[in-house]
C-alpha cells in the first residue's frame, strides 16, 4: 500500500500566488487611484460610525452587568469595517474572471 506524501512547500510553489495576489493588488491600487471615492468606504465610514454611536448614542445604550459599551462599539466597527471592506476586492475579483482577465 502506496501513501501519497505532501509536495513540500518551496519558494517556487509559492511564486506564482504571490505573483498574482501582488498583481491583483497593483490593479485594484489603480482603481483607487482613479476614483478615490473607493477610499472612503474603509477611511470616513468607521470614523464616522465611532463617532455617531460613542458620543449621540453612547448615554443612551446601557449593557447589563455594567459591562463597558464601547468595548462592545469598537469591536463591533472593526467587524464591519472588515466585511463591508471586502466587498469591494470581491466585485473586482469576479469582473474580472468575467472579463477574462484572470484565466
Known amino acids: 500500500m502506496s501513501t501519497l506524501t505532501p509536495e513540500p512547500i518551496t519558494i517556487n510553489r509559492l ?3 504571490l505573483r498574482d495576489s501582488l498583481v491583483l493588488a497593483r490593479r485594484n ?3 483607487i487611484r482613479q476614483i478615490p ?3 472612503i468606504d474603509v477611511t470616513i465610514q468607521p470614523l464616522m460610525f465611532v463617532l455617531l454611536f460613542a458620543y449621540v448614542f453612547g448615554d443612551v445604550i446601557r449593557l447589563p452587568g ?3 459599551y464601547r468595548a462592545y462599539l469598537l469591536s463591533g466597527v472593526a ?3 472588515v ?3 471586502m ?3 470581491g466585485v473586482s475579483i ?3 474572471l468575467r472579463e477574462g482577465i484572470v484565466d
Open 94 to 96: 469576479v469582473s474580472d
Open 79 to 81: 467587524v464591519q469595517t
Open 29 to 31: 491600487l489603480a482603481h
Open 66 to 68: 455594567g459591562g463597558s
Open 87 to 89: 466587498m469591494g476586492p
Open 15 to 17: 511564486r506564482w500566488p
Open 37 to 39: 471615492e473607493k477610499l
Open 83 to 85: 466585511a463591508f471592506g
